[in-house]
């Protein structure tokens, strides 16, 4: 049993337009240039992230309009059809599971950015995993620090796939990536809360730019080292790229370190829930990689800022 935590790319919407010479573009999709227009056909304005984020939340609400909008636009692409390694993320949980659809006894989350590609992507990941069976779709909208209790309740549920929309996930515009890392360590910290002893965490950072590979890590290396359990045991978190060029597709396994939870905890809670601090870290082990200082202060980094919200306030405070 696992949670795979996959990021999101583009190639999903590439494959809709250009399906790589495997069959023609699919004419209702396209327009008379062979652009894709994938956002007419679901209502979406391709400069409003915010419709396409609603549109996957009545979705996996059950909406009858949205339901019967993405019917209308799976079928107009053919999805039934469609290899399995249609898509980066596909490719990837194909190569690690060795089949490109959602599990009975797993969950896949998709990581999305903010964006109208990006979330229209996790659509058509979405339609492509779960074969249409939209009623086995969940969405996280921009992950809170209190949670609400469906959603703990939602990841609890195993066979379905889950969406997360992850604001200043997008680094070409984001202006302070801590913003992201602080929802990917809510967002971790929920996971770790809803994962039985016996499952496996397994991250992907396969999909999406490569400036979001660092930060992935570094929330997989969080929710490693931070241990929820009642038992006290280290959760199982692994990651892994999969190289999409070799033949067949081959998974690497990439190393992740493993921090003592009582150290890094003792070593970040004088920043409380500032960014900044006056007053000197217990430690200096996380130095240059969790905050750094500057003059007579001391200031979290991005990643810092993501194992604070992987923590949680309450145990920081302690």
């Known amino acids: 049993m696992t949670i795979h935590l996959v990021t999101v790319g583009t190639t999903a919407r590439t494959y809709v337009a250009d399906p790589r010479g495997e069959r023609d573009p699919i004419p209702t999709l396209l327009n008379g240039n062979g652009d894709l227009r994938d956002h007419q056909f679901l209502r979406v304005d391709e400069y409003q992230p915010q419709q396409a984020a609603d549109l996957l939340r009545r979705l996996a609400d059950g909406g009858p309009d949205a339901v019967a909008l993405a019917r209308r636009a799976v079928d107009a692409a053919g999805v039934a059809m469609w290899p399995t390694f249609a ?24 990581i999305a950015t903010d964006t109208v590609p990006g ?25 809170p620090i209190t949670w609400d209790d469906r959603d703990e309740q939602r990841l609890k549920v195993r066979g379905r796939l889950l969406v997360a929309r992850i604001r200043g996930l997008d680094l070409s515009r984001a202006e302070d990536p801590g913003e992201a890392m602080r929802r990917l ?31 992935i890590i570094g929330i997989a290396e969080g929710m490693r080292s ?49 960014r900044r601090s006056t007053l000197k870290p217990s430690g200096d082990a996380l130095e240059g990689y969790a905050y750094n200082r500057e003059g007579n202060h001391w200031t979290l980094t991005p990643f810092g800022e993501g194992f604070l919200a992987l923590i949680g306030p309450d145990e920081v405070a302690q």
């Open 87 to 110: 898509t980066a993320e596909s490719t990837t949980l194909a190569t690690v599971t060795g089949h490109a659809t959602v599990g009975g006894d797993d969950l896949v989350i998709l």
């Open 185 to 215: 360590g809510h967002l971790g910290r929920l996971v770790l809360e809803s994962t039985n002893a016996d499952e496996r965490i397994v991250v992907h950072p396969s999909g999406g730019y490569k400036a979001t590979i660092p930060f």
């Open 119 to 143: 979330l229209l992507s996790a659509f058509w990941n979405a339609a492509l995993l779960l074969r249409g069976d939209f009623g086995r779709l969940d969405y996280l909208d921009d992950p």
């Open 226 to 274: 931070v241990r929820v359990a009642q038992d006290g045991k280290p959760p199982q978190v692994e990651a892994s790229v999969v190289h999409e060029d070799s033949k067949p597709p081959r998974k690497i396994d990439m190393p992740l370190r493993r921090f003592k939870t009582a150290s890094v905890t003792a070593e970040l809670r004088v920043f409380g829930t500032s």
